[in-house]
């Protein structure tokens, strides 16, 4: 008798499995529900935007490292470049000494600390790029509704959100999925991406609690 061999799930479907209890506890946090129901103001969301620049530009400044690792050109894409949207963002809330404006809160010194340790890591890269990136293209375009609809936030704030380059996410990304999925992982660092995500979730829950704690 034939045992036919048990085909494995993908990086993509273990990731999202992996993180579900930690994206929903993220999703669901004080800071995000109010913001998101318009019970807050401007002024929270540029907080948010701030910590976010300090996220991505560490996210980012990864990009050469990766790209020197086997199979890591495969998942930079420059139409993902998210800093100089931010700063766009952060330039128009604020003006132009918007730099000498914002400090990293305690939690999103935690989460920089946490990338820069991903340079020589393509299955610790994965996992954050994938949790930030896919959610900015998913998730990331319903804050960006329900900041034009809460707080009339127009275009010129809201670039972050705005992905120019992807003029219609899903395929983008189906692509996205496709190159995470055709990684040469071992079961070990499959495990670590989806230990490394989940850490991501958690760590964006604590800034969200952090601007909680703030703004709420």
């Known amino acids: 008798m034939t045992t036919l061999a048990t085909e494995q799930p993908t990086l993509s479907l273990r990731l999202r499995e992996g993180t579900r209890?930690?994206?929903e506890d993220a999703e669901h946090s004080g800071y995000i529900s109010k913001l998101m129901g318009g019970e807050l103001n401007?002024?929270?969301?540029v907080a948010l935007a701030a910590q976010q620049y300090f996220v991505y530009q560490a996210l980012?400044?990864?990009n050469d490292a990766v790209r020197g690792?086997?199979?890591g050109e495969t998942l930079l894409f420059d139409e993902l470049l998210r800093t100089p949207s931010i700063a766009e963002d952060l330039a128009f809330f604020i003006?132009?000494?918007w730099q000498s404006q914002i400090t990293p809160l305690p939690a999103t010194v935690r989460y920089v600390a946490v990338l820069e340790a991903c340079?020589?890591?393509l299955p610790r890269y994965a996992a954050h790029a994938y949790t930030r990136y896919l959610g900015d293209l998913s998730g990331g375009q319903i804050i960006k509704r329900m900041l034009e609809?809460?707080?009339g936030v127009g275009p010129e704030g809201l670039a972050f959100y705005t992905?120019?380059?992807i003029p219609k996410a899903k395929p983008f990304k189906d692509v996205y999925r496709e190159r995470l999925d055709a990684l040469v992982f071992t079961e070990e660092e499959m495990a670590r991406a989806i230990t490394e995500a989940q850490g991501a979730f958690r760590l964006n829950q604590e800034l969200f609690a952090d601007l909680g704690a703030i703004h709420c």
């Not at 401007?42 to 969301?45: D, I, Q, V």
């Open 119 to 121: 340079a020589t890591s």
């Open 95 to 97: 003006g132009p000494d």
């Open 21 to 23: 209890s930690e994206h």
């Open 69 to 71: 690792l086997p199979q």
């Open 42 to 45: 401007t002024a929270a969301y």
């Open 149 to 151: 609809r809460h707080y």
């Open 60 to 62: 980012e400044a990864l």
């Open 163 to 165: 992905f120019a380059e």
